[in-house]
């Protein structure tokens, strides 16, 4: 069974989807431990509810940048982790991690990459003007939000959307296609050359096209 490990920074909704999942049988995989940056991230009530293991550890602790990063890696190796789950989590992966943890990181954006990086993402979209709008699964490399691409799901973006509209229509994709990518990854069906990205299923499932993820079994 794969052990995973989730880093979130906030209110861990995605997080949440991934407990729901795994509880449900979808994803065969087990949790070892949730690491935050923020003592106040209700991700950590989440962990508490379901007897997640929570570590809070926080940068400004810690001599430099890498030496956070070396640590959450070593805390992650130490309890087994094979995949590293960011759900959430607002800081720019450092590389000690990335190294430790390459094209084993996971993380879910709230755009069609490579279409609006970084912060803010639905804003961002929204500001553009565009029609489609989406959210993305990718493994972390050392670029913001440029690593090689797992699963897409496309929503519309209407002409008198809000931020707040835009973001809870992503977001209901973003809850199917993460633990999505987590099930192909436990069942080893993710490879990935250069930067791309190969699932082996059927070539329905492999081609990810609005909403494909409703078509796996729960
Ligand atoms: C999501 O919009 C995700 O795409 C982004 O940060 C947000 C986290 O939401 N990376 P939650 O904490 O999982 O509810």
């Given at each position: ?6 880093l979130a920074?906030?209110r861990?909704?995605?997080f949440?989807?991934i407990?729901?999942?795994i ?9 070892a431990?949730l ?5 106040k ?16 550890l ?7 940048r ?13 309890r ?17 991690l990335?190294?430790?943890?390459r094209e084993?990181?996971?993380n ?7 279409s ?20 993305t ?5 050392e670029?913001?939000?440029t ?8 929503v519309?973006?209407y ?30 069906r993710?490879k990935v ?12 499932e ?13």
């Amino acid at each position: 069974m794969l052990t995973v490990g989730v880093l979130a920074s906030g209110r861990g909704s995605n997080f949440q989807s991934i407990i729901d999942n795994i509880k449900s049988g979808y994803i065969n995989a087990k949790i070892a431990v949730l690491i935050t940056d923020n003592p106040k991230a209700y991700a950590i009530e989440r962990a508490r509810n379901n007897n997640i293991e929570t570590l809070v550890l926080i940068p400004k602790n810690f001599p430099d940048r890498d030496s956070y990063y070396r640590h959450l890696a070593d805390e992650l190796k130490k309890r087994g982790v094979e995949l590293v789950i960011l759900a959430g989590f607002m800081r720019v992966v450092g590389k000690p991690l990335i190294d430790a943890f390459r094209e084993k990181i996971m993380n879910i954006h709230p755009a069609l990459l490579p279409s609006f990086p970084g912060l803010h993402g639905q804003r961002q979209a929204l500001d553009y003007g565009v029609k489609i709008a989406g959210c993305t699964v990718h493994f972390v490399d050392e670029g913001v939000d440029t690593g090689p691409i797992i699963i897409q799901s496309a929503v519309p973006a209407y002409e008198d959307d809000t931020e707040d509209t835009l973001s809870e229509r992503i977001l209901k994709e973003e809850h199917g296609i993460f633990p999505l990518a987590v099930k192909l990854f436990a069942e080893g069906r993710i490879k990935v050359k250069g930067r791309k990205v190969f699932i082996e299923s059927q070539r329905e499932e492999a081609v990810i096209t609005n909403p494909p993820h409703q078509k796996f079994s729960r």
